[in-house]
């Protein structure tokens, strides 16, 4: 199945969608099937500065614990709160409804570095 | 995140099903296993709700038959195999001189001298060889048929219904017996045992015509109403765990013995004295010497506060000094709050404990429970 087309993505399986100096991210759909069903969803609270390659908040599954980074330093602007009360959404929306954080940043060039879907999927091909 | 090559893994019978059902396929001891073939936690409750369906067909699988096979067993088993009914099936521990434990199995009495023990998969290798080497001057035919038969497990608590639309005898069969019923030309061993704590079979049967024989079972799978649908690795950890079951590696393994992690009811630790032809167990002195000391620390049970999960190796606190360590933990789907199974001395092991879990990212508040953390309602 193919990621998006409009988002960016890191190696380390999160998606990044930048409107202006706001980008929301969250974790692709490769991540949250490899994770199996998603129990817990800790978003860093709104305030929180967060620098380039920081932790923007954890996700944590039936079978494991992850940190979720930011490719882009930046301000939590607000936190899906949906997703901390329901947490399989990001298993069943992990590019919708299971988005986790939007950030406030300064500068969004850092995302220019990140991978497009194509790369995204074939990186993550026969996996 | 990785994922594990699957090229070396064995297949069991029922690999080509798994993969028609989506499964997510992860090395497991050796075998190629569906972890689950969709959501855990659905899974989950699926077999609490009805039923599901589980290939246990990794699990070890070791006959013993002959003169002596029923002494040979008495000699390794920690459980009293002298005086097994036939249609008897026994859980013990198998334990080293230490009476540290190689593994827990399950024996199936077929007549007195004709037997089966089901071992986990990540020990069978390491079984047949503590057996051999435990055999002396015994004699005994070992035959592994791990790779000859398949095994399944139907838990939940529609399963004996369904069963009784093809059999009347099996779901009259009390807990921990079993019968063998022809099938065609099939031949099964069916138990009223499982790994649950739900209701249900387990299965054993030739591995040739395994799918087909459990195709009866399965036939309307993928409707969403199926009273049995095939559930995974991951299901089957988080339903043991609420039931309060060990797992081998988790809550036992070779420098842990089985009083201390609370399976007394496992350990005959006067075999021999009432009736010295059942003779002694290997780790029986050891064990022995442990119940007499008193035991220093104790398998407890734990609710954790808030949704996170304890995982194995986190250290169990009280007023910052470490008590003990989490062996397993999960949140349970069926409770709906963390759950987690510790060792902690036992001073601290009295249900209403307070304790903390350092989950690495900070400390949780929790409380010794008893165990079962989840008992199956009477049907």
Known sequence: MSSPADLKYSKSHEWFRCEGNTITIGITKHAADELTDITFVEPKPVGTVISAGGAIGEVESVKTTSDVFSACGGTVVEVNVAAVADPSLVNSDPYGCGWLVKLAVADPTPLKDLLNAAAYDSANAGH | ?379
């Open chain 2, 1 to 379: 995140m990785s994922t594990t090559s699957t090229s070396a893994l064995m297949h069991t019978p029922f690999h080509a099903l798994h993969l028609e059902h989506g499964g997510r396929m992860v090395g497991y001891a050796g075998w190629d296993m569906p972890l689950t073939y969709g959501s855990i936690i659905e899974e989950h409750h699926q077999v609490r709700r009805s039923g599901g369906f589980f290939d246990v067909s990794h699990m070890g699988r070791v006959r013993f038959t002959g003169r002596h096979a029923r002494r040979f067993l008495d000699r390794v088993c920690t459980r009293q195999i002298l005086g097994m009914e036939v249609g008897q099936c026994r859980y013990s521990l198998v334990c080293n001189e230490q009476g540290g434990c190689h593994d827990d199995v399950l024996i199936y009495c077929y007549d007195e001298d004709d037997y089966l023990v089901v071992c986990n998969a990540a020990n069978r290798e390491k079984l047949l060889r503590h057996f051999e080497a435990s055999r002396g001057d015994l004699a005994f035919k070992m035959d592994d048929q791990t790779v000859s038969t398949a095994m399944v497990a139907l838990q939940g608590p529609k399963v004996m219904e369904l069963i009784g639309n093809f059999s009347r005898e099996i779901p009259s069969l009390k807990r921990y017996r079993f019968t063998q019923k022809n099938m065609l030309v099939v031949k099964l061993t069916v138990s009223r045992t499982g790994y649950t704590g739900e209701d249900g079979v387990e299965i054993i049967l030739g591995s040739t015509m395994a799918r087909t024989a459990m195709n009866m079972f399965l036939k309307d799978v993928k409707s969403a109403t199926a009273i049995i649908k095939p559930t995974g690795l991951g299901a089957r950890d988080s339903l043991r765990l609420e039931a309060g079951m060990p797992l081998y590696g988790h809550e036992i393994d070779e420098q842990t013995d089985p009083l201390t992690a609370g399976l007394a009811f496992g350990v005959k630790l006067n075999k021999g004295d009432d009736d010295e032809r059942a003779g002694r167990f290997i780790g029986q002195e050891a064990l022995q010497a442990i119940a007499q000391a008193g035991l220093k620390r104790k398998l407890v049970g734990l609710k954790l506060e808030g949704r996170r999960s304890a995982r194995q190796g986190m250290p169990v606190t009280k007023s910052g000094s470490q008590l003990g360590v989490i062996t397993s933990g999960c949140l349970s789907p069926t409770l709906d709050c963390a759950i987690a199974m510790a060792f902690v001395p036992v001073e601290n092991a009295e249900v209403g404990t307070a304790v903390e879990v350092d989950l690495g990212r900070g400390s949780v508040a929790a409380q010794v429970v008893p165990m079962p953390f989840y008992k199956a309602p009477a049907p």
